[in-house]
C-alpha cells in the first residue's frame, strides 16, 4: 500500500474535519456579513455560531466518525450498527444535529427499524424539508473502504443514507459523490466525469442537472456554474464537487466553500473531503490540523479503512 494512497485517504477524513471546523463559526451568515466581520477567513476561528472554541468539528464530522469506527472494527458495512452508533451520538447531547436526522434517529430510539425510520420520515417530509445534505456531509468514509469496488461503494451509500435521509437524491448525491473520491484516491484521471458516465442513468434529474455542468467547466467548456449556499443536498454536492476540482489548492478550496456562508460547514467539510482525496493530507494546513482533537484519530481510521477490500463487502 502506497504512502501516496494513505495520503488521499487520511486526506479525505482530515479535509473533510478542516472544512467543518471552519465553517463552523460563520454557519447561517452571509458572505457579506463574513467579509465584512473576519475578511478572508484562513484560521480556524473560535466563537461565532454555536460559541465553540477554535477547530471544534461538529455533526458533519461526528457522523462520519460513526461510519469509519463502526467500518474499522467490522471490516465492512454493518447499516445497524451504524444506526446504533448514530442513535448513541443523538443521546450525547451534541449541539448540532439536523432536523431530519434527529427525527429518523428518534425512530430509531422509539423501536422503528434502521431501514424503516429513514423512509417513513422522507415519506412524511414535504417537499423542501426532505432533501437536505445531511447524509452527503458525512458519507466519505465509505469512499476509502470500498474504493476498489464501485459496485459496493454505490449499494452501501445509499444503504447508510436512507438510514435518516432515504430521498433519491440524496442517496444518489452520496452515491456519486463516494465515487468521485474513489476514484481521486486511486488516481483515476477525470474523477467525476468517469463515475458520472457510469452512474447517469441511475441519476435523478435534479442531480444529473446540477453536477453536468460542473464536468463541463472541468472540459474547459465554459459552462455556467452558479453555486448555492443552502442545505439542499444538491446544491450542496456540486458546490463541493466544483470548489473541490477546480482550486489550485485544497486550501484555496476550503476557504472558498467557507466564504459561501449559509451552510458553511457542511459545504466546507463535502468541499475538504473532495480536496483532501485530491491534494493529499500534506496539502492541509498545518495550522487548521492542530487545532482538530481528532486528528490522530482521523488519521489512524484513515489507515484502517484502506485495510477494507472487496473480499470483505
Given at each position: 500500500m502506497g504512502d501516496h494512497l494513505e495520503s488521499r485517504a487520511c486526506g479525505t477524513l482530515l479535509g473533510l474535519a478542516c472544512g467543518d471546523a471552519l465553517g463552523r463559526p460563520v454557519e447561517f451568515r452571509?458572505?457579506?456579513?463574513?467579509?465584512?466581520?473576519?475578511?478572508?477567513?484562513?484560521?480556524?476561528?473560535?466563537?461565532?455560531?454555536?460559541?465553540?472554541?477554535?477547530?471544534?468539528?461538529?455533526?458533519?464530522?461526528?457522523?462520519a466518525l460513526c461510519i469509519a469506527r463502526s467500518l474499522a472494527e467490522h471490516a465492512t458495512f454493518d447499516p445497524a450498527d451504524v444506526a446504533d452508533r448514530f442513535v448513541a451520538w443523538k443521546a450525547s447531547g451534541p449541539f448540532d444535529i439536523g432536523i431530519m436526522t434527529a427525527?429518523?434517529?428518534?425512530?430509531?430510539?422509539?423501536?422503528?427499524?434502521?431501514?424503516?425510520?429513514?423512509?417513513?420520515?422522507?415519506?412524511?417530509?414535504?417537499?423542501?424539508?426532505?432533501?437536505?445534505?445531511g447524509s452527503l456531509m458525512r458519507?466519505?468514509?465509505?469512499?476509502?473502504?470500498?474504493?476498489?469496488?464501485?459496485?459496493?461503494?454505490?449499494?452501501?451509500?445509499?444503504?447508510?443514507?436512507?438510514?435518516?435521509?432515504?430521498?433519491?437524491?440524496?442517496?444518489?448525491?452520496?452515491?456519486?459523490?463516494?465515487?468521485?473520491?474513489?476514484?481521486?484516491?486511486?488516481?483515476?484521471?477525470?474523477?467525476?466525469?468517469?463515475?458520472?458516465?457510469?452512474?447517469?442513468?441511475?441519476?435523478?434529474?435534479?442531480?444529473?442537472?446540477?453536477?453536468?455542468?460542473?464536468?463541463?467547466?472541468l472540459n474547459d467548456e465554459r459552462a455556467d456554474v452558479e453555486l448555492a449556499n443552502s442545505g439542499y443536498v444538491v446544491t450542496t454536492l456540486q458546490a463541493g464537487l466544483y470548489l473541490g476540482?477546480?482550486?489550485?489548492?485544497?486550501?484555496?478550496?476550503?476557504?472558498?466553500?467557507v466564504m459561501?456562508?449559509?451552510?458553511?460547514?457542511?459545504?466546507?467539510?463535502?468541499?475538504?473531503?473532495?480536496?483532501?482525496?485530491?491534494?493529499?493530507?500534506?496539502?492541509?494546513p498545518d495550522g487548521w490540523l492542530e487545532a482538530l482533537s481528532v486528528r490522530s484519530e482521523l488519521e489512524s481510521l484513515g489507515t484502517d479503512l484502506l485495510e477494507i477490500g472487496p473480499q470483505s463487502a
Open positions: 452571509s458572505p457579506h456579513q463574513i467579509e465584512r466581520t473576519h475578511g478572508r477567513i484562513t484560521e480556524m476561528l473560535a466563537d461565532g455560531t454555536y460559541g465553540k472554541p477554535a477547530g471544534t468539528i461538529t455533526d458533519d464530522t461526528e457522523m427525527n429518523a434517529l428518534r425512530r430509531i430510539q422509539n423501536g422503528e427499524s434502521w431501514d424503516e425510520a429513514g423512509r417513513r420520515e422522507w415519506e412524511l417530509s414535504p417537499e423542501g424539508s426532505n432533501a437536505g445534505n458519507c466519505a468514509p465509505y469512499a476509502i473502504a470500498y474504493r476498489d469496488d464501485p459496485d459496493e461503494l454505490v449499494r452501501v451509500s445509499r444503504r447508510s443514507s436512507s438510514i435518516t435521509h432515504a430521498d433519491p437524491r440524496c442517496q444518489w448525491s452520496c452515491a456519486l459523490f463516494n465515487r468521485t473520491l474513489a476514484n481521486l484516491q486511486i488516481g483515476i484521471e477525470r474523477p467525476l466525469e468517469t463515475a458520472l458516465a457510469d452512474l447517469e442513468t441511475e441519476l435523478p434529474d435534479d442531480v444529473l442537472d446540477a453536477v453536468t455542468p460542473v464536468v463541463e467547466y476540482l477546480t482550486a489550485d489548492t485544497a486550501e484555496e478550496a476550503i476557504v472558498d466553500a459561501m456562508g449559509g451552510d458553511a460547514d457542511t459545504i466546507g467539510a463535502v468541499t475538504g473531503a473532495v480536496a483532501g482525496a485530491r491534494f493529499g493530507l500534506d496539502a492541509l
